[in-house]
């Protein structure tokens, strides 16, 4: 784990994003922004981002969820409901390269902070709409969370392929993958601009990001008219596609093409099973997955997982150790690359962040705080604005602004 040290410029560096986003898709977003040397400034109303009270802390309005997404963050509070915190949002639009937010289209239209408005002051900008459904198709205006996206997008009725009934998979999955196409989306309007180009709106609808990630690989037969079969990848869906049992634990062990089920078979003193037509062919392997599954799983029986880590990995067989979470923080390989970055807190000590996961030679980028109080940033961003503490005071005792008063 590496101790924080003085931020370089990342590839983002000058990059002004107004953020107006909440709870986890657009706040991981915006994380990615930042890391990468944005100047991301996060606007939350006097009650703030709801994530804030969502899981432990140690101090009262900063869960480590919440501390984590908006790493690196300038946090500002307005009162978007007021016609000054409206006024004071505009302006601090003006001068941004990104303005994103994820209300449903009646909120944002309401505030009157829709793209036209912001584009009125600042036609170059990239504007970003983030939520559940495209807003030309039937459901536009629904409410919409990650289980709700799990379940239309069909990702919780592919978990009944395998399991008794529909579940949601144990992460934000749908939150998480809009996000990073948030990010790429906001990265390529930037290019687009910086050529020659204008500013302009994207949208970014949770069902349909989810409905194109999935059928990635489970369009199989579905790709030609008529479909040659369901909508489902096979290898994926079968009951034995799961970590393999051996003598002491369990093991991940994915022996995919020919070349490595033919490695697999030596190291099983099995020779006639690379010759067996069942699973002669990648082809015929995935026809068979469940034959095929049943005899690897017998295999993997008869070894220690120590033993067929080292086998595996000798052979080039893709082979893992099943981590929990907490075993992430003491994971060898991520020790090696310094994932985990140790920040030195003034209000909460030592905390534990991973870094950006993808790296850059000559412009790193990085964080150097955690998430902000709320209103931490109030009175340095509006100073920016040319507004002055006797016009904030003001501002303050309207209900436009919260500055934060410097403790916990």
Known sequence: MTKAAAKKPGPLDG???????SVLMGPYCTQILADLGADVVKLESPLGDTSRYVGPTKTKGRSGMFANLNRGKRGVVLDLQTAEGRDLCLKLAERADIVLHSMRKPAIERLRLNYEAVSAVNPGVIYASLYGYG??????GRAAYDDTIQAVSGMAMLQAEINPEPQYVTTVLGDKVSALSAAYALMAALFHRQRGGK???IEVPMFEIMASFLLAEHIAGAAYDP?????VYTRTVTPYRRPYKTADGYISVLVYNDKQWQRFAALAGRPDLAKDERFISQSQR???MAAFCE????IMAQKTSAEWMDL???????VARLNEMADLYTDPHLEDVGFFRTLDDPLDGAMLFPESPVRFSDTPGGFERAGPMLGEHTAEVLRELGIGDAEMDGLEQRGAIRRWSGKA
């Open 286 to 288: 995935s026809t068979n």
């Open 199 to 201: 500013g302009q709106e």
């Open 295 to 298: 005899i690897v799983a017998a």
């Open 135 to 140: 807003r030309e198709g039937r459901y536009s």
């Open 15 to 21: 990059i002004r994003v107004l953020d107006l986003t």
């Open 312 to 318: 595996l990995n000798e052979a080039e067989i893709p």
């Open 227 to 231: 479909p040659l079969t369901r909508p």
